[in-house]
C-alpha cells in the first residue's frame, strides 16, 4: 500500500538551506512581547499587571473557556506594559510586554503523581498546549473526542517547503516523542497510534523506527503536499474518508502534530508548560539560516537582526510558503504557532507573483484540488456575490492549502477567492 492521497502538487522542498542545522537556543532578547492569543478560540485573560514580577512559567494568561489555552511567561523579570500589538496572522490582541532580567528563573506547574486518562488531559489543558503544527487548536478539546476514537495519528510529515523544524526534533528527540504519544493514547483511550513521516526525510523515519514500541507504527508517506493536512493524512494512512462537515473523530481519528507530542512529554514528565517551541528561520535571504528553541513573544525583528537578513530580501512569511502569512513589517512576536520564519529572495517567489490574467478554463486547479473542488467556479460565484452557489461548490471544505493558486497559469489569486466565499457564505447566512 502506497501512503498518499488523491490530488496535490509537488512544491520544490528548499528544506537543505536549514535541515542540517541542530537545534540551538535563540538567544531572548532583552524584552519579549507575549501574546494573549496564540491559539484558536478565545484569547486568555491577563492575571498579571504592570510592575509584577514573572519567572519562566508564571502564568501570564489565564484560557478564557474550553476552547482557550492558558499563557505562560517565557522569561523572568518585570511586566513593562500590556497593550494591543498585531499578531502575524493579521489580527490584533493584547501582548504582554515583560522586561527580561537574564536569569531565566524558573517556576514549573506542581509533579502529577497520577498519569491517567483524566490526569494528562488536566495536564495538557494546564500547560496550555495546543496544535504546534500551526493550527493551534487547544490539545485538551482534542484529546476530550466527543465520540469514541480507535487510532491516533501523529504528524511528522512537515510538507511545507523550507520547514525542518518537526524534522530535527524527530532525528534529536525520539524517545520523548514516543513517550508524548504514549500519554495522548492514554488520554484516549486508544491502543494503535501511527506517526507519518514524509519519504523525504529517510534518516528521521530510522531514527523514529530504531525506538519505536511494537504498537507505535512509524509510516513513511509519499512526499506530496499537503500530505500534512488532516483529511489527506488520515485517508493516507487509513483510507478513512472524513465526510464534508465533520471531523476527523467522526471517524474514529485524532490528528496531532509531532511538536505537540513533545510538549506533552514535556508538560506532564518534566512539568513544562508551554513557552517555547521549535522554530525554523530560513530563505535564500537569510545569512545564517538554522532551527532554533524561540521563547514565545520574541519579535520577528529579533529574529532577523540575529541570524542577518539581505537588504534584497522581498517577501518575509510566518509559517510555511504554501499556507503562511506574508509579514508588512517585522513587528509580530513568535507564538505557539510560528513554526518558521522564512526570509525569501527575487528567485524564490517569482513564480508565485506571476501578472493575473483571465482565467483559461484550463481546469488544472481543479484536478490537482486535494479536496476535489473546482476553485475556477467557485471564484466566479464569489464574484457574483452567489453565496449559495459556493456553498453548493462545497466552498467550505476547501483547506486553504493553495494546491489551485500554486499550479493556476493566469496567476488567479485563488485562496483569497476561497476565504472570500466562506465569508459571503457566513455573512448571507446560507
Ligand atoms: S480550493 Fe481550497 S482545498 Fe482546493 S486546492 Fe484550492 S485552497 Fe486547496
Ligand atoms: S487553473 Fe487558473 S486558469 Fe486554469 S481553470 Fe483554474 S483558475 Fe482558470
Known amino acids: 500500500m502506497r501512503f498518499t492521497f488523491k490530488h496535490g502538487v509537488h512544491p520544490a522542498g528548499y528544506k537543505d538551506i536549514s535541515k542540517d542545522h541542530s537545534l540551538e537556543e535563540f538567544p531572548t532578547p532583552s524584552s519579549v512581547s ?17 510592575g509584577d514580577e514573572v519567572r519562566v512559567g508564571t502564568l501570564i494568561g489565564k484560557a478564557a473557556s474550553f476552547v482557550s489555552a492558558n ?3 517565557s522569561v523572568s523579570g518585570k511586566v513593562t506594559a500590556i497593550g494591543k500589538k498585531r499578531t502575524a496572522i493579521g489580527s490584533y490582541c493584547d501582548h504582554i510586554v515583560i522586561e527580561n ?56 510529515a512537515e510538507c511545507e517547503p523550507y520547514i525542518t523544524c518537526d524534522y530535527r526534533l524527530c532525528l534529536e528527540h525520539p524517545e520523548e516523542i514516543f513517550s508524548g504519544v504514549r500519554y495522548m493514547m492514554t488520554a484516549l483511550g486508544v491502543s494503535v497510534a501511527y506517526i507519518g513521516v514524509e519519504d ?27 500530505q500534512g493536512a488532516e483529511k489527506q ?16 473523530s467522526d471517524v474514529g481519528c ?19 508548560p508551554s513557552y517555547r517551541r521549535a522554530m525554523t528561520v530560513s530563505g535564500a535571504e537569510c545569512e545564517r539560516p538554522g532551527n532554533f528553541w524561540v521563547r514565545n513573544g520574541v519579535t520577528y525583528a529579533d529574529i532577523a537582526a540575529y541570524v542577518g537578513v539581505k537588504d534584497t530580501t522581498v517577501k518575509v512569511i510566518s509559517g510555511g510558503p504554501m499556507m503562511g502569512f506574508a509579514q508588512a513589517d517585522l513587528l509580530p512576536s513568535t507564538g505557539k504557532g510560528t513554526s518558521s520564519l522564512l526570509f525569501l529572495g527575487d528567485d524564490e517567489v517569482s513564480d508565485g507573483d506571476k501578472p493575473i490574467s483571465a482565467c483559461i478554463n484550463c481546469a488544472s486547479c481543479a484536478s490537482h484540488c486535494p479536496m476535489r473542488l473546482m476553485p475556477m467556479f467557485i471564484e466566479r460565484a464569489v464574484e457574483d456575490e452567489d453565496a449559495l ?36 457564505i457566513k455573512e448571507k447566512g446560507v
Open 101 to 156: 532580567d537574564g536569569r531565566y528563573e524558573e517556576v514549573f506547574l506542581p509533579e502529577i503523581s497520577d498519569t491517567d486518562a483524566a490526569a494528562i488531559k488536566s495536564r495538557v489543558a494546564e500547560a496550555g498546549i495546543v496544535g504546534m503544527g500551526g493550527a493551534t487548536f487547544p490539545t485538551h478539546v482534542k484529546l476530550s473526542p466527543r465520540t469514541p476514537v480507535d487510532v491516533l495519528i501523529i504528524n511528522a
Open 233 to 248: 493524512l488520515i485517508y493516507s494512512i487509513t483510507r478513512r474518508v472524513v465526510p464534508e462537515g465533520k471531523l476527523p
Open 71 to 73: 499563557v505562560y511567561s
Open 200 to 226: 523525504n526525510k529517510p534518516d528521521a523515519v530510522a531514527a523514529l523506527s530504531a525506538v519505536a514500541p511494537e504498537d507505535i507504527k512509524v509510516i513513511s508517506l509519499r512526499t506530496k503536499y499537503p
Open 389 to 424: 452557489k459556493a456553498k453548493k461548490l462545497h466552498a467550505l471544505s476547501c483547506l486553504e492549502c493553495g494546491c489551485c493558486a500554486f499550479v493556476c497559469p493566469a496567476g488567479r489569486p485563488l485562496v483569497q477567492s476561497m476565504r472570500r466565499a466562506k465569508k459571503l
Open 34 to 50: 507575549i501574546p494573549l492569543s496564540q491559539h484558536i478560540g478565545a484569547p486568555a485573560a491577563s492575571v498579571v499587571a504592570v
Open 254 to 272: 485524532v490528528v496531532d502534530n509531532v511538536h505537540t507530542a513533545f510538549s506533552i512529554y514535556e508538560a506532564v514528565k518534566l512539568n513544562k
